[in-house]
T-cell receptor
Framework: EAGVAQSPRYKIIEKRQSVAFWCNPISGHATLYWYQQILGQGPKLLIQFQNNGVVDDSQLPKDRFSAERLKGVDSTLKIQPAKLEDSAVYLC???????????FGPGTRLLVL | AQKVTQAQTEISVVEKEDVTLDCVYETRDTTYYLFWYKQPPSGELVFLIRRNSFDEQNEISGRYSWNFQKSTSSFNFTITASQVVDSAVYFCALSEAGGGADGLTFGKGTHLIIQP
């Protein structure tokens, strides 16, 4: 069974530019999560989707971050405009449903200069 | 609010030694889940174990074992006869059940170094 796929794996941009990340969850997984992991810290939840609806986005900086999961499968996370402090690894995870084990993708490493 | 504390920032042991990684959690919910993940240098988080709050039985999987004690809000992880391949950052995490939102709250991680 294929795992969670993410692209790109690495991205370097300048501050104030825009960037988008893509995630394809494990087939059949209804729940999808985006986490931000700053160097030396544990991942922090940004947003949780159940199918194509948002369950929790309380920690998403909505003035610059947005995410969507239009058809309940793939998801994109966008940052516009990026700040230096957005440099981090962005991890996507999926689970068969709520309260089940989350499986993580390889992450996208973002560097904002 | 929920919180996970991993007080050990870094542990270094010699191969074949046993090592225990500590995890203490805080939650107001009576139903919750506890997890351990491994993050090797490649960066991908690898799932190790999931435990629900009603199951306090200790678990053993090969060289890995977990000790869950609700009385002390702890969920410790022991590696027996450590190997160099066990070198990684290990994260303890918590999710609360009910209400729909079940994103993980992670500790800061413990960097485990196994020296040959």
């Amino acid at each position: 069974e294929a795992g969670v796929a993410q692209s790109p794996r690495y991205k370097i941009i300048e501050k104030r530019q825009s960037v988008a990340f893509w995630c394809n969850p494990i087939s059949g997984h209804a729940t999808l999560y985006w986490y931000q992991q700053i160097l030396g810290q544990g991942p922090k939840l940004l947003i949780q989707f159940q199918n194509n609806g948002v369950v929790d986005d309380s920690q998403l900086p909505k003035d610059r971050f947005s995410a969507e999961r239009l058809k309940g499968v793939d998801s994109t996370l966008k940052i516009q405009p990026a700040k230096l402090e957005d440099s981090a690894v962005y991890l996507c995870a999926s689970s068969p449903g709520r309260e089940e084990t989350q499986y993580f993708g390889p992450g996208t490493r973002l560097l904002v200069l | 609010a929920q919180k996970v504390t991993q007080a050990q920032t870094e542990i270094s042991v010699v191969e074949k030694e046993d090592v225990t990684l500590d995890c203490v959690y805080e939650t107001r919910d009576t139903t919750y889940y506890l997890f351990w993940y491994k993050q090797p240098p490649s960066g991908e988080l690898v799932f190790l174990i999931r435990r629900n709050s009603f199951d306090e039985q200790n678990e053993i999987s090969g060289r890995y074992s977990w000790n869950f004690q609700k009385s002390t809000s702890s969920f410790n992880f022991t590696i027996t006869a450590s190997q160099v391949v066990d070198s990684a950052v290990y994260f303890c995490a918590l999710s609360e059940a009910g209400g729909g939102a079940d994103g993980l709250t992670f500790g800061k991680g413990t960097h485990l170094i196994i020296q040959p």
